[in-house]
């Protein structure tokens, strides 16, 4: 109830004080709780935002992991391959050495012409020297 002092001042009897006060502290704490909901409200659905992202990489990698080859599948294929690869090889060097081989034998057949020719040209240059042979 309001009453009215000598100095025309209003007073408020405490009951009346405190339920004003309760009802100004839950009007804030309304206000407080409804933002806090649509904070929330938009936090979540940001999170939700980003897991969709989240899960639709996720279903990426699956997919792409699927195309993958396992590992005993890697393994026995990767033999198979290293096996034709040493084949290859060895078949290579194989024929590497028939071709050196090849290779020298002309090298020496060529030394050998090389060795006559020049054989040839010093007995001829002798007997021109010795006059043996006349070349006018």
Do not use: W
Request: hydrophobic share 40%; charged share 35%.
């Amino acid at each position: 109830m309001v009453e009215k002092t000598k100095k025309d001042t209003l007073m408020i009897d405490t009951k009346e004080f405190i339920e004003m006060k309760i009802n100004h502290l839950e009007e804030k704490m309304d206000i407080i709780f409804e933002k806090n909901q649509t904070a929330l409200k938009q936090a979540n659905t940001e999170m939700n935002r980003r897991l969709d992202g989240m899960n639709e990489f996720r279903e990426q990698l699956n997919n792409q992991a699927k195309t993958f080859m396992t590992k005993p599948e890697y393994e026995s294929k990767h033999e198979g391959l290293i096996e034709r690869v040493e084949t290859c090889v060895d078949s290579l060097n194989g024929k590497m050495d028939n071709k050196d081989r090849e290779l020298s034998k002309r090298i020496d057949a060529l030394a050998k012409l090389v060795y006559i020719g020049l054989g040839i040209f010093i007995v001829l240059e002798f007997l021109i020297s010795a006059g043996v042979i006349n070349i006018k």
